[in-house]
């Protein structure tokens, strides 16, 4: 079972803005980072530690962090969002990483 | 531009080893980041295999440290990946990444390799 927590599946109409959460007790102490992945495909970078955003992402999405969840939001969802997105981040004990199960996103 | 390849067997007995490596174009295998592996099951999640940087020592996921070994080979400029006595639970897409040591995020990954586990 992974030590990060993320609903299965979220969906968002087109433009709207959604949530993609991400619990774990790590989180209270380590930043989080975010990956998109569409089928077929590496995963891509798209949230890392504070607040930050490789190049080439839109600036629709943002991460935040409150106690032991981390959140990605993306505000104004476009068809192209929908994706699986992952959350990653060291374990309780800083002695290994975790990936979280997974959100599936889709835009209605 | 940086740019990862991982390479290595595509079928693997039941009970062998899996080997796989991970060339680094566009940048030092020395560089401060920290060289990782990344897998993906059919159908399933991602799971944080390992990670090496140089001069450091590998950390790995504690459910494959039994098996598992990662290095780094300056020479080549690559890192690989070891896994012993591999089961069809192996199967998945096996991916190298490379992240920074401030404000950790993988932002460079090979493109994929499938490796099946099977006789």
């Known amino acids: 079972s992974s030590e990060l927590t993320q609903d299965p599946r979220v969906s968002v109409a087109l433009g709207q803005t959604v949530r993609i959460t991400c619990q774990g007790d790590s989180l209270r102490k380590y930043y989080v980072s975010w990956y998109q992945q569409k089928p077929g495909q590496a995963p891509k970078l798209v949230m890392y530690?504070?607040?930050f955003r490789p190049s080439g992402i839109p600036d629709r999405f943002s991460g935040s962090r409150s106690g032991s969840t981390a959140s990605l939001t993306i505000t104004g969802a476009q068809g192209e969002d929908e994706a699986d997105y992952y959350c990653h981040s060291r374990d309780i004990t800083a002695t290994y990483r975790v990936f979280g199960g997974g959100t599936k996103l889709t835009v209605l | 531009q940086v740019q990862l390849q991982e390479s290595g067997p595509g079928l693997v007995n039941p009970s062998g080893t899996l080997s796989l490596i991970c060339d680094v174009s566009g940048d030092s295998i020395n560089s401060d980041y920290y060289w990782t592996w990344v897998r993906q099951p059919p159908g399933k999640g991602l799971e944080w295999i390992g990670e090496m940087s140089h001069g450091g020592s590998p950390t790995y996921n504690p459910s494959l440290k039994s098996r598992l070994s990662i290095s780094v080979d300056e020479s080549k400029n690559q890192f690989s990946l070891n896994l012993s006595s591999v089961t069809a639970g192996d199967t998945a897409v096996y991916y190298c990444?490379?992240?920074?040591?401030?404000?950790?995020?993988?932002?460079?990954w090979g493109q994929g390799t499938s490796v099946t586990v099977s006789s």
């Open positions: 530690g504070k607040n």
């Open positions: 990444a490379r992240a920074g040591f401030n404000s950790y995020g993988m932002d460079v």
